[in-house]
Nanobody, 120 residues
Framework: VQLQASGGGLVQAGGSLRLSCAAS????????MGWFRQAPGKEREFVTV????????AYADSVRGRFSISRDNAKDTVYLQMNSLKPEDTAVYYC??????????????WGQGTLVTVSS
């Protein structure tokens, strides 16, 4: 499956952004969809994952209550709504797809990443 992330940009602290990730090539609804991020000089880290139907999700402690993941299987797209952004949320955000649930970096498919910069 091919993944194309979009929606990144520059935002002030306290602001909001919504990232999108469009999938193509395979049955989108067959995959758990995750978002990861990598800040400069740091390792890539788990942000959130959503189930195949969208009925359940898991979040990293650092974003729980501020970020929300959703998906539209009719549009083959997963979204990441980011509210109350902080400078420490600055990173390249990646979407990823996997056949089984995991918070690890071992997803089978990855998008190209979209940069989110939060200014203080």
């Amino acid at each position: 499956v091919q993944l194309q992330a979009s929606g990144g940009g520059l935002v002030q602290a306290g602001g909001s952004l919504r990232l999108s990730c469009a999938a193509s090539g395979r049955t989108f609804s067959s995959y758990f969809m995750g978002w990861f991020r990598q800040a400069p000089g740091k390792e890539r880290e788990f942000v959130t994952v959503i189930s195949r139907t969208g009925g359940s999700a898991a979040y990293a402690d650092s974003v729980r209550g501020r970020f929300s993941i959703s998906r539209d299987n009719a549009k083959d797209t997963v979204y990441l709504q980011m509210n109350s952004l902080k400078p420490e949320d600055t990173a390249v955000y990646y979407c990823a797809a996997n056949a089984i649930f995991t918070r690890g970096n071992d997803y089978a498919y990855w998008g190209q990443g979209t940069l989110v910069t939060v200014s203080s």
